[in-house]
């Protein structure tokens, strides 16, 4: 395997693993790019006859409902960002079923995740609410009385720590499930060896490990959803979705 081989060449020259998933993340943006190309390049045909053209319909309108459902009726415009995450995240899991090695499974790349996540949820709110109206949102809601001024104050320190702690949160998360997932597939696959033989029992656990690479790409878009929602919330999409509401009545 490309990958073990690699990991095997780092330990034996004692250089350590940081250069491993810089260059398999690159590897991860090279192969979406290629596939996003071919999926561009037939999406005008009326009859679309490439699979991954396709593929690329059904998943824009997965993350379109996915973004308007829990981001509201302004999440459309956050459809691009949310689903290069998604693909990122997924592929990066996916490698490591492969043969090859998952960048997801090192924190250094699940932290840069993490973080261009945050960071683009505080720009997003402050867009949104105004650089006012962004800090009045971590003071929490108004609590009319001066006396109770410390309580907003502690509440804005709850906050802040709350907004970094998300970076770890997201990076932990999805790190050591798939870090553990693929440990365990290659205990498995050392239990039976026999000389220059072994039963690759880990092979059992395939279709677990896919379902983890996807539920973890899920859960990871899932809450970037659920973080931009959170900053990016208006008034004006409450009374958009009572008149919703009120048209389905």
Known sequence: MIGNWLLLADEASGEGLWW????????????????????????????????????????????????????????????PFVVTIYLIVLFSNLFGLVGLVAPTGFFGVTFGLAVVVVIYVQEEGIRANGPIGYVKHFFGPPLGSWALLPISFLLFFIEVISEAAKMLSLSLRLQGNIHGEHQVGTTLG?????????????????????????VQALVFTMLTCV???????????????????????
């Open 20 to 79: 491993t998933p810089l260059i398999w993340t690159v590897l991860v943006f090279a192969l979406i790019l290629i596939l996003g190309r071919v999926a561009l390049s037939h999406a005008r045909e009326k009859l679309t006859r490439n699979p991954l053209t396709l593929m690329a319909e059904h998943l824009y309108l997965w993350i379109e409902s996915m973004c308007l459902n829990v981001i509201g009726p302004h999440g459309r415009k956050y459809i």
């Open 190 to 214: 050392s239990l039976l060896h026999f000389g220059n033989f072994s039963v690759p029992l880990q092979t059992i656990l395939v279709p677990l490990g896919v379902f983890v690479c996807l």
């Open 227 to 249: 973080y931009l929602g959170m900053m990016t919330h208006h008034e004006e999409d409450e009374s958009h979705s009572e008149g919703h509401l009120a048209e389905a009545h």
